[in-house]
């Protein structure tokens, strides 16, 4: 839904509803203003790095890893917007994460991703991987809390696991491609995605009363495949 998107786009809002539904995420601050982002900076340093994000972002750009107050961009690099997130530390390199896709309340495919940079996304030089052990229980059950927690039919979660095997919920993608996931996994994603389409129409003609008008046709705009 164009709700579920609205949600998913905006990193804090994301962060807000994970934790609002009792979901593991790391602590989260958005602010405006560097000086604000300094007051952040100046308490949770001595803890833990930071990670700075886009607010709106995808496939890893603009984010940055913050350690002293120095790393902290200026307000025109960022619109006065920052998003500081707990940096989960983890062992590497090689890093690794775990992307799980949830369409329709079910699990349809997971995959690690492995990279020599702490940044794990695939277009970034990440190696998609097999997702094999007693871990995958877990991860399918956190990936559809956190997509049911966005109210998203269709998401890509990206969970990570720290250095003591905790997993965290880091986002909650609504429109993610799929090329890297559909090099390791069985399961044909376009078909399955297509298919939990139409049944979900199906079932909406099946509840509407008879005499009922018809409904207007529902148009369905898929990301790119890449």
């Given amino acids: 839904s164009a709700q579920a998107i609205e949600r998913c786009v905006d990193k804090s809002m994301t962060t807000f509803l994970l934790k609002n539904a009792g979901l593991p995420t790391p602590p989260t601050f958005a602010v405006e203003g560097r000086a604000q982002a300094e007051a ?46 707990h940096y989960v530390p983890r062992p590497g390199p090689p890093f690794r994460d775990f992307r799980v896709f949830v369409c329709a309340g079910e699990v349809l495919a997971m995959m690690s991703r492995r990279g020599d940079d702490w940044i794990t996304n695939i277009n970034r030089g990440a190696v998609p991987e097999q997702v094999s052990g007693h871990g995958e229980t877990e991860l399918a059950a956190l990936a559809r809390a956190a997509a049911a927690a966005m109210s998203a039919d269709f998401a890509g979660v990206d969970i990570v696991p720290s250095a003591d095997g905790t997993l965290f919920v880091l986002e909650v993608n609504s429109m993610p491609a799929w090329s890297g996931l559909q090099s390791v996994v069985a399961v044909n994603i376009a078909d399955a995605i297509a298919d939990a389409l139409l049944k979900f129409l199906a079932d909406r003609r099946a509840d509407r009363p008879e005499g009922a008008a018809a409904a207007r046709p529902y148009r369905l705009t898929a990301p790119a495949n890449s």
């Fill in 40 to 85: 952040v900076a100046e308490r949770e340093l001595p803890f833990t790095p930071l990670v700075l994000k886009p607010l709106f972002g995808a496939q890893g750009r603009g984010i940055r890893l913050i350690e002293t107050l120095s790393d902290l961009p200026a307000d025109e690099e960022v619109n006065s917007v920052y998003y500081l997130q």
